[in-house]
């Protein structure tokens, strides 16, 4: 795993998260830059906060034209897919096959990296969005768009620290050319997260977030115990699972 000993913070961090979690026409960054992709995680919450902003936005104008719930949420989440070329989808889906579909450490791993999906991961993906679907449909028609940036937000702090609870499972791949974050990034990530939660919707983030940190244990457990370790696929699936605990608990409570 490569050595991570560049600085905590850089003014590169913000530009280079979100060219790492999204697909948005960004400009060409220095490659000197992308050493630093595990201490730039600090700022995954910050991808999510712009890319379901932008999303609420549209989903908010089509609210204003009297568009139906349902309708304004099956966009609302087409444009979540889209702007991040559904990565966090696809890791669902492969966490999924391999997980459930192998026998052996080694099987599983092999059916994670394999392109195809399979059944647990066409069930997964359908039953997860429709999920999200009927979850963004009862925000809006609340108005609690705050919540989904929340949930996004929240989610995405997650994933560093899952990169460095657990050792790579593979020597290759994304997740370990990436490398694990330090502590204080994760910590920061974190704490960044629960401050935008808090001035988004106050103390009403922290259950959701607890609730949401479970799941992500019980992963974590999952993940240790089956192919010993975390992928990039397991970080995708850690974003979408803890995603839709916290928009599940946030609805709740209300």
């Known amino acids: 795993m490569p050595k991570n000993d560049s600085p905590a ?3 590169w961090d913000i530009a280079l998260a979100l060219v790492l979690l999204t697909r948005l026409p960004l400009p060409e960054l220095p490659s000197r830059v992308f050493t630093r992709q595990s201490n730039a995680s600090w700022a995954f919450p910050l991808v999510g906060l ?4 932008m999303a609420c936005l549209v989903g908010w104008i089509l609210s204003g034209l009297n568009q139906p719930p349902p309708v304004s949420a099956a966009i609302v989440l087409t ?3 889209v702007t991040t070329g559904a990565m966090h989808e696809d890791g669902l889906a492969d966490t999924a096959d391999g997980l459930w579909g192998g026998f052996t450490r080694e099987r599983r ?8 999906i399979g059944t647990y991961g066409v069930l997964a993906l359908i039953l997860s969005q429709l999920l999200r679907w009927a979850l963004i449909t009862a925000l809006i028609t609340t108005g609690m768009f705050l919540a989904l940036i929340a949930a996004a937000v929240w989610s995405r702090a997650l994933m560093p ?3 460095a609870a657990l050792p790579n499972a593979r020597k290759s791949g994304l997740s370990h050319g990436v490398g ?23 103390s009403g983030s922290l259950m959701p977030a607890a609730i949401s940190v479970l799941l992500f244990i019980g992963l974590a457990l999952i993940a240790k115990a089956k192919i010993g370790g975390q992928t990039g696929d397991i970080l995708g699936a850690t974003q979408q699972i803890t995603e839709i605990s916290f928009l599940m608990t946030i609805l709740a409570s209300t």
């Open 109 to 116: 791993l092999e059916i994670m990296k394999d392109s195809h």
């Open 50 to 53: 712009v890319i379901s902003a």
């Open 161 to 163: 620290v899952m990169m």
């Open 79 to 81: 444009l979540l897919i």
């Open 180 to 202: 694990a974050p330090t502590k204080k990034t994760c910590i920061g990530g974190l704490l960044l997260a629960l401050g935008i939660n808090g001035v988004l919707i106050g």
């Open 9 to 11: 913070v850089s003014a």
